[in-house]
């Protein structure tokens, strides 16, 4: 290998010991936590959660992905007043929103879950029971939806920070349970709505390559031309 091919590779070598390489690291429902989430509330209700930011000193942000697991529960009861048979149809459901602090939605979910029940002509008392009423407890329906990938300058600016720090999003749930099927019927909803967030972030790590010991002896040839070259120029 001539001299200058040896400079040229100690001269690489220096410049190519540093890199980046992609990666993820998420918050809430999946570790390292904690949880981002919202209990059983009575809808219809508007609350927020906190999620982490973007911890800049961990490399670039590149996207950002949201996740909504939504839950709803209801209980329902209804009596049909029906001077014939009716077949009714409960249907427990809300629609859960996650925004950010704009009020632009992120995600959104309507979590739902639908019953039937055959009811007799309306057998004189109104109990949500006998043969011409139902009540249906503990009615549960879930659903997951994930975000489109933000990559937007705006958007990657917003979620990212400092280490620790914080950014508050608003979430409502508007309850849309409801029983139907017959022309005369009396209902009684309550209807309570859950949410778990997860946010994941990819972005670019900066990594440091070690040397194996073969291209550090390279440099070293390297380094040692220069210093000989410098001296036969001194002679």
Same mark, same amino acid.
């Given at each position: 290998m001539?001299?200058k $091919?040896?400079l040229?590779?100690?001269?690489m070598l220096a410049?190519?010991?540093?890199a980046a390489?992609?990666?993820t690291?998420s918050?809430?429902? *999946?570790p390292p %936590?904690p949880?981002?989430?919202i209990?059983?509330?009575?809808t219809?209700?508007t609350s927020s959660?906190t999620v982490?930011k973007?911890?800049?000193?961990? %490399?670039?942000?590149?996207?950002v992905?949201?996740?909504l697991? &939504?839950t *709803? *529960? $209801? !209980?329902?009861?209804?009596?049909s007043?029906?001077?014939a048979p009716?077949?009714?149809t /409960?249907? @427990?459901?809300?629609?859960i929103?996650l925004?950010r602090p704009?009020?632009?939605?992120?995600v959104a979910?309507?979590?739902s879950?639908?019953r !039937?029940?055959?009811?007799?002509?309306?057998?004189?008392?109104?109990d949500f &029971? &006998?043969?011409s %009423?139902?009540?249906?407890?503990?009615? !549960?329906? #879930?659903?997951?939806?994930?975000?489109?990938l933000? !990559? $937007? /300058?705006?958007?990657r600016?917003?979620?990212t920070g400092a @280490?620790?720090?914080?950014?508050t999003?608003?979430? $409502?749930? =508007?309850g849309? #349970?409801? =029983? /139907?099927?017959?022309?005369?019927?009396i209902?009684?909803?309550?209807?309570?709505a /859950?949410?778990d967030v997860? *946010?994941t972030?990819t972005?670019?790590a900066p990594?440091?390559?070690?040397?194996?010991?073969?291209t550090?002896?390279?440099l %070293?040839?390297?380094? =040692?031309?220069v210093g000989?070259?410098?001296?036969r120029?001194?002679?």
């Open positions: 001539s001299f $091919s040896v040229f590779a100690g001269a410049v190519s010991v540093s390489t992609a990666a690291i918050f809430g429902v *999946v %936590g949880a981002i989430s209990p059983l509330t009575t219809n209700f959660v982490p973007f911890n800049a000193a961990l %490399g670039t942000l590149q996207s992905q949201f996740s697991n &939504g *709803v *529960v $209801s !209980t329902i009861k209804f009596e007043l029906d001077a009716a077949t009714i /409960a249907t @427990a459901s809300a629609t929103t925004t704009d009020s632009s939605t992120l979910v309507l979590p879950q639908t !039937t029940a055959a009811e007799t002509a309306f057998d004189n008392v109104i &029971g &006998g043969t %009423g139902t009540t249906f407890t503990g009615l !549960t329906g #879930s659903t997951l939806a994930n975000s489109g933000l !990559t $937007s /300058a705006a958007d600016t917003l979620f @280490a620790g720090s914080t950014i999003l608003p979430i $409502s749930a =508007a849309t #349970s409801s =029983a /139907a099927g017959a022309g005369n019927l209902t009684q909803i309550n209807t309570q /859950a949410a997860t *946010v972030y972005f670019d990594v440091t390559r070690v040397p194996e010991p073969a550090l002896a390279l %070293g040839a390297g380094l =040692a031309g000989l070259l410098r001296r120029k001194a002679a």
